[in-house]
């Protein structure tokens, strides 16, 4: 499968010098498989995972990233609360939504509170990675 918008990630991280970092931040150990999966399929990122919104913010807290997905219906520490704490402590991190059940009123807080953009699972790869690209041009 040919995605040009993989030639432009795969060009973008050449020109900086380096990969982009990128965390994936999810409850679901197959969604984040899959994501990080999709990162794989070139050496324009690093990517590391997070399981649950406090070891998230911990993570943000202790690295730097290019970009952060995350998903919105958590245990313990809602997508939300999440959001709104690395936008404290990494405020000009773009911070992708994905979601498999969130209602329009949540979708519309994490707009609020610096969601870059939001998707729906199930998402299809190029669609991931279009998003991504678009939100790493910024």
């Given at each position: ?13 050449k020109d ?45 807290r202790?690295s ?9 219906i958590?245990p313990?520490m809602?997508g ?21 059940n ?8 994490a707009g ?22 678009s939100?790493?041009?910024?």
């Amino acid at each position: 499968m040919k995605m040009p918008v993989l030639d432009k990630l795969v060009a973008m991280a050449k020109d900086r010098g380096q990969p982009f970092n990128v965390l994936i931040v999810d409850d679901e150990k197959w969604v984040r498989e899959v994501f990080r999966d999709f990162c794989d399929l070139t050496d324009a990122f690093n990517v590391e995972l997070a399981t649950d919104g406090n070891e998230a913010v911990r993570m943000v807290r202790e690295s730097d990233y290019d970009l952060i997905t995350l998903d919105l219906i958590m245990p313990e520490m809602s997508g939300l609360d999440v959001l709104t704490q690395i936008k404290e402590v990494a405020p000009r991190v773009p911070v992708m939504v994905i979601t498999g059940n969130a209602t329009e009123k949540l979708v519309k807080q994490a707009g609020v509170l610096g969601a870059c953009r939001v998707m729906y699972k199930p998402v299809l790869l190029e669609s991931f990675i279009a998003e991504m690209t678009s939100a790493l041009e910024r």
